[in-house]
């Protein structure tokens, strides 16, 4: 059974950096799609970054691009999203998931999710 558990949230004042990470069993990082979600209160759920089995990053918002990076570590089988420049509208729970179907910035094209992890920015 594959399993994603998130980590490294937390409360962050603007312009501060956070590393998520989301440690995976049944499932090797090395391959397959990673991907990262945040969804704010009220909002839909959003795309923030991916990556695949070659490395290839794509990005969700243009406000992330620059800022947000995602990256995998094959020893720990843990995939990971650096924030950096952190801004108040940031602020949502971050979701880790996987899909094997490719790489995509559509939550339906994932199979498997993580329990989210919250981060707060404050201004």
């Known amino acids: 059974q594959v399993q994603l558990v998130e980590s490294g949230g937390g409360l962050v004042q603007a312009g501060g950096s956070l590393r998520l990470s989301c440690a995976v069993s049944?499932?090797?990082?090395?391959?397959?799609?990673w991907g990262w979600f945040r969804q704010a209160p009220g909002k839909e759920r959003e795309f923030v970054t991916a990556?695949?089995?070659?490395?290839?990053?794509?990005f969700g918002a243009d406000s992330m691009k620059g800022r947000f990076t995602i990256s995998r570590d094959n020893a720990k089988n843990t995939v990971y999203l650096q924030m950096n420049s952190l801004k108040p509208e940031d602020t949502a729970v971050y979701y880790c998931?996987?899909?094997?179907?490719?790489?995509?910035?559509?939550?339906?094209?994932?199979?498997?999710w993580g329990q989210g992890t919250q981060v707060t920015v404050s201004s």
């Open positions: 990556t695949n089995w070659y490395g290839l990053s794509i």
């Open positions: 998931a996987t899909s094997r179907l490719g790489q995509s910035s559509s939550w339906e094209m994932y199979d498997y």
């Open positions: 049944g499932r090797t990082v090395s391959s397959y799609v």
